[in-house]
C-alpha cells in the first residue's frame, strides 16, 4: 500500500499545478501531430479522394443495379398481367407470384430508401 501512495503522490507532485497542466497539453498536442503525420503516411491525400470516389462508385453502381432489377421485376408483372387479362395466358398463379415478387422489391427499396434518408438526416444533425 505504500508503494501505492508513493507513486500518487509522486504523480500528484509531477503532475499537480500549473506547470503540470502545461506538460500535458503539450503532449497531448505532440500526440495529436504525430498521428496527423502517421495518417498522411498511411493514406496520402490524392489516394484518399480516389478511395472515396471508387467507393461511391462502388455504392451507387450497386444501387444502381438493384433499382434496374426491381424496374425489370415490376415490367415482368405487368407482362403476366397484360397477358392474363388479354387471355394470352392462363396460369393465375405465375401471374400472382409475379405480382407478389414486384411488390416485395418495391417494399424493399423503400425501406432502403428510408434507412438512407434517415441516415443523411442524421449526418446533417451532427453539424448542427
Same mark, same amino acid.
Given at each position: 500500500?505504500?508503494? #501505492?501512495?508513493? #507513486?500518487?503522490?509522486?504523480?500528484?507532485?509531477?503532475?499537480?499545478?500549473?506547470?503540470? $497542466? @502545461?506538460?500535458?497539453? !503539450?503532449?497531448?498536442?505532440?500526440?495529436?501531430?504525430?498521428?496527423? #503525420?502517421?495518417?498522411?503516411?498511411?493514406?496520402?491525400? %490524392?489516394?484518399?479522394?480516389?478511395?472515396?470516389?471508387?467507393?461511391?462508385?462502388?455504392? %451507387?453502381? @450497386? $444501387?444502381?443495379?438493384?433499382?434496374?432489377?426491381?424496374?425489370?421485376?415490376?415490367?415482368?408483372?405487368?407482362?403476366? %398481367?397484360?397477358?392474363?387479362?388479354?387471355?394470352? %395466358?392462363?396460369?393465375?398463379?405465375?401471374?400472382?407470384?409475379?405480382?407478389?415478387?414486384?411488390?416485395?422489391?418495391?417494399?424493399?427499396? $423503400?425501406?432502403? @430508401?428510408?434507412?438512407? $434518408?434517415?441516415?443523411? !438526416?442524421? #449526418?446533417?444533425?451532427?453539424?448542427?
Amino acid at each position: 500500500m505504500s508503494s #501505492i501512495g508513493g #507513486i500518487g503522490g509522486a504523480s500528484g507532485s509531477a503532475w499537480g499545478g500549473a506547470s503540470g $497542466l @502545461r506538460e500535458i497539453m !503539450q503532449l497531448r498536442a505532440q500526440i495529436i501531430e504525430k498521428s496527423q #503525420i502517421l495518417q498522411q503516411i498511411h493514406s496520402p491525400q %490524392t489516394q484518399s479522394v480516389g478511395a472515396n470516389a471508387s467507393s461511391q462508385g462502388h455504392f %451507387t453502381d @450497386r $444501387l444502381n443495379e438493384a433499382m434496374q432489377s426491381v424496374n425489370a421485376t415490376q415490367q415482368r408483372a405487368d407482362q403476366l %398481367t397484360t397477358a392474363y387479362e388479354t387471355g394470352q %395466358t392462363q396460369d393465375v398463379a405465375k401471374v400472382m407470384l409475379a405480382r407478389q415478387e414486384a411488390s416485395v422489391g418495391f417494399e424493399a427499396t $423503400l425501406q432502403v @430508401r428510408n434507412k438512407l $434518408l434517415s441516415a443523411y !438526416q442524421d #449526418i446533417m444533425k451532427m453539424g448542427v
